[in-house]
C-alpha cells in the first residue's frame, strides 16, 4: 500500500490461474496470491490468454478493448476482455486470439499430448500485449503500477518492458526452472524478435533462445517460490543450465515461500468429502470414513483390514521432476513385505501412465490408479490417505504437501526445495518436542525413499505419536499472509526504487 494514497495497481501475467484453467501449482497461486493482496487492500488484476477453457467456463466478460500484435510473420487483432466474475476473486483480464487460444487440450499441449508447435507465436504475442496493455495501448482505464510476470510464459514480458518508454517495473517470478521455454533461432526471426538481443548475455541460450532468460535478464526484481529453492538454483545440479545468469542477478533474486487458499483446501467445509473433519479428535473420526469412501470409489473393498491397513495417497504430475520412477521402484516391495495400499490420480508421462495401469490390473485390491485430471478426486485423496507421497527430485515450493498436511495426511517428502522449508521429520528428537509433522528422506534413491515409508508405517501403527504428529500438521498456517505481505513490500521497493514507477 502507498499510505493515505491510491492503492497500488498490480498486474499479475499468467498462463493459468484456478478455477479457469488449471495444469499444477501455478494456476493455485495465480487465484490464490491475487485474491490475498487484494483483501490486502491492494488494486489487482489477472492477465491471462482467451483459452477455449476459460470461455467454456463463461465468466461474464465485456470488451475492454482491441490491440494489434506482431505474430510470426503476420500481426494479430487482439481482443482484450475484462471480467469482473466474483468467482475469480479478483478482476480478470484476456487476451483474445482465436487462432492462437481457442482451441482444445491444455495451455502448452495437443489433447495428444505434445506441445503446440505454435507456442513460441502464442506466447509472444501473449507477452506483447500485455506489455502494451501495461503501457496504456489500448487504454482500458487502469494501467498497472507494476507487472508481476510468472515463468517462462511470460518471459519476455519484462524484456518487452525494460525497451517501452513510461513502463512499469517487473517482477518475474520462477515456479519452476525446469521450463525454460527454449524454441529456435529461425522463430526469433520469424517473430521480429530483436537481433541486438541475440547474444549469449541476452536471450541466445546454447544456439537456441529461452524465454525463462529473457525474465531473469529483464524483471526489476527475480523471486522464486521458497527460501530453499531459491539458494539450490545457484547450484549446476538444480539450475538447469542458468546457473551463470543466475549467479550474475542474485543481487535481484529472492525466495517467498508459497501459500495455499485455506478455505478451499479446508477439512472442515470441503464440499468434496463425504464427511467433515478438524483436528479435533471427536470430529477427525471423519477422515475415517473418506477414507472408505475413498477405497469404494476407487475400486478397492473398504473391509476392516484394509481400514486398517495405511493407504499412500498420490495426486501428481506424472513427470520425472515428482520422482515417480521411485515410487514405481518400490512397489514390489511394499506390496511384499506391508500391508499399505495405495491410491493414484494424475496424468503426464505416458510411460508412468502405462506401467501405473499395469500395477493396477495386477493388484486390483492394492493399488488404484486414476489416469486424468480431477479436481475433487484430489480433495478426496488428500482427506481419505494416511500418508501423502511426495519424493520430488526437485520442488521449487509444492503445494500438495501443505494440502496434505492441512488435511492429517502426513507427507512423506524428499529433501528439496519447498519441501524442507514446509515439513518437519518425524526424527526421535521432532517427536519428542511435538514439531513433526512429516518423513523426510535425504537422498533422491528408492532405497530412500522406501527406507521412509517404512518407518512412517512404522509410526502409523503407534497410534498416540501418529495422532500427536497429525494434530501439529493440521495446526501448521500456510497461509498468504506472511508471504503476501512480503510481496507488497516488494512492490513498494521497486516503486520507490526505479525511475519509470
Ligand atoms: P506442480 O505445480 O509442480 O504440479 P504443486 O504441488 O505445486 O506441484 O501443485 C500441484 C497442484 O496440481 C495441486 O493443486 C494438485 O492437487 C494439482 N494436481 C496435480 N495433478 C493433478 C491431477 N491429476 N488431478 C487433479 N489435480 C492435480
Ligand atoms: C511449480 C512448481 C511447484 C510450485 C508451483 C507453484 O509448478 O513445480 O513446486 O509449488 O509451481 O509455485
Not at 470488451?63 to 487483432?77: C, D, K, M, N, R
Request: with cysteine; net charge negative; charged share 20%.
Amino acid at each position: 500500500m502507498t499510505g493515505n494514497t491510491k492503492p497500488m495497481k498490480i498486474l499479475f501475467a499468467a498462463s493459468e490461474a484456478y478455477p479457469l484453467i488449471k495444469t499444477g501449482g501455478l494456476g493455485d497461486v495465480i487465484y490464490s496470491l491475487p485474491r490475498t493482496l487484494h483483501q490486502m487492500g491492494l488494486d489487482v488484476r489477472v492477465i491471462l490468454p482467451a483459452y477455449r477453457d476459460i470461455l467454456e467456463f463463461k465468466p461474464e466478460l465485456k470488451i475492454a478493448g482491441w490491440l494489434e500484435v506482431q505474430g510470426a510473420g503476420h500481426s494479430h487483432p487482439v481482443r482484450i476482455l475484462e471480467s469482473h466474475d466474483e468467482r475469480l476473486g479478483v478482476p480478470v483480464l484476456l487476451a483474445d486470439v482465436a487462432d492462437l487460444f481457442d482451441r482444445p487440450g491444455n495451455p502448452y499441449t495437443h489433447p495428444d499430448g505434445y506441445d503446440w508447435p505454435d507456442n513460441a507465436e502464442r506466447f509472444t504475442v501473449f507477452s506483447r500485449a500485455v506489455a502494451q496493455l501495461a503501457t496504456g495501448t489500448p487504454d482500458i482505464g487502469w494501467r498497472p503500477d507494476i507487472v508481476h510476470t510468472h515463468d517462462w510464459q511470460t518471459g519476455l514480458i519484462p524484456a518487452f518492458l525494460y525497451h517501452l518508454k513510461n513502463a512499469p517495473p517487473s517482477i518475474f517470478t520462477i515456479h519452476n526452472l525446469s521450463y525454460a521455454g527454449i524454441f529456435s533461432h529461425i522463430e526469433y526471426t520469424a517473430l521480429g524478435l530483436p537481433d541486438e538481443w541475440w547474444t549469449s548475455e541476452g536471450l541466445e541460450f546454447h544456439g537456441n533462445f529461452s524465454m525463462l532468460k529473457a525474465g531473469l535478464l529483464y524483471a526489476d526484481h527475480v523471486n522464486t517460490v521458497s527460501p530453499t529453492y531459491a539458494k539450490e538454483i545457484l547450484s549446476s545440479e538444480f539450475s538447469n543450465g542458468f546457473e551463470g545468469v543466475l549467479k550474475s542477478i542474485r543481487h535481484k533474486l529472492s525466495g517467498l515461500l508459497n501459500g495455499i487458499d485455506q478455505d478451499i483446501w479446508n477439512p472442515k467445509t470441503d464440499p468434496d468429502l463425504v464427511s467433515n473433519y478438524s483436528e479435533k479428535w471427536q470430529t477427525f473420526k471423519g477422515k475415517q470414513e473418506n477414507k472408505a469412501a475413498l477405497l469404494k470409489e476407487m475400486g478397492i473393498k473398504p473391509t476392516a483390514k484394509k481400514l486398517q491397513a495405511p493407504l499412500l495417497g498420490l495426486v501428481s504430475r506424472l513427470v520425472e521432476q515428482k520422482g515417480i520412477d521411485l515410487i514405481l521402484d518400490i512397489i514390489p516391495e511394499l506390496l511384499k513385505t506391508t500391508d499399505a495400499n495405495l491410491v493414484i490420480l494424475g496424468a503426464g508421462q505416458d510411460y508412468f501412465e502405462r506401467v501405473l495401469t499395469m500395477l493396477a490390473k495386477q493388484h486390483p485390491q492394492r493399488i488404484a490408479f486414476h489416469s486424468g485430471y480431477s479436481e475433487s478426486l484430489a480433495h478426496r485423496i488428500e482427506a481419505g490417505a494416511d500418508l501423502f507421497l511426495m519424493p520430488s527430485r526437485f520442488e521449487p515450493c509444492g503445494l500438495n504437501q501443505l494440502y496434505s498436511l492441512r488435511y492429517g495426511t502426513p507427507p512423506v517428502v524428499h529433501k528439496t526445495g519447498g519441501l524442507v522449508d514446509t515439513v518437519v521429520d518425524a526424527s526421535e528428537e521432532n517427536i519428542r518436542n511435538k514439531t513433526a509433522t512429516g518423513f523426510v528422506f535425504d537422498e533422491p534413491t528408492p532405497e530412500a525413499l522406501l527406507t521412509c515409508v517404512l518407518r512412517a508405517i512404522k509410526i502409523y501403527n503407534d497410534k498416540p505419536t501418529w495422532r500427536q504428529i497429525i494434530h501439529t500438521g493440521m495446526r501448521q498456517d500456510f497461509s498468504w499472509t506472511h508471504s503476501a505481505s512480503e510481496y507488497a513490500a516488494l512492490y513498494n521497493n521497486l516503486l520507490n526504487t526505479t525511475k519509470n514507477g
